[in-house]
């Protein structure tokens, strides 16, 4: 049986899903799975697995159509952070 190694050094080709990543991990609330899943749903795609969309959080899989997804929801939070902010200040 082979032993599989983990790739560490691995260098993403694509700058926008490293800044993508960034932006998620910064924003993303921590209830991002079904929210993530009613964004989709919206859209018109099926309904993917909660563990699907948490492996593409976590780098596992790559796909795109659900990181777009993460990342409006991240957007949204951080808009109603923002407007919270606004409205105490």
Known sequence: MSKLINNTDFKEDNSHNQ?????????????????TINRLVEKGHTAPSKALIRNVKN????????????????????????RINFLIS
């Open 19 to 35: 800044k993508a990543y960034e932006f998620i991990n910064k924003h993303l609330p921590s209830t991002y799975v079904d929210l």
């Open 59 to 82: 780098r596992t899989i790559l796909r795109n159509d659900i990181l777009l997804a993460l990342v409006e929801v991240a957007n949204e939070n951080k808009q109603a952070i923002e």
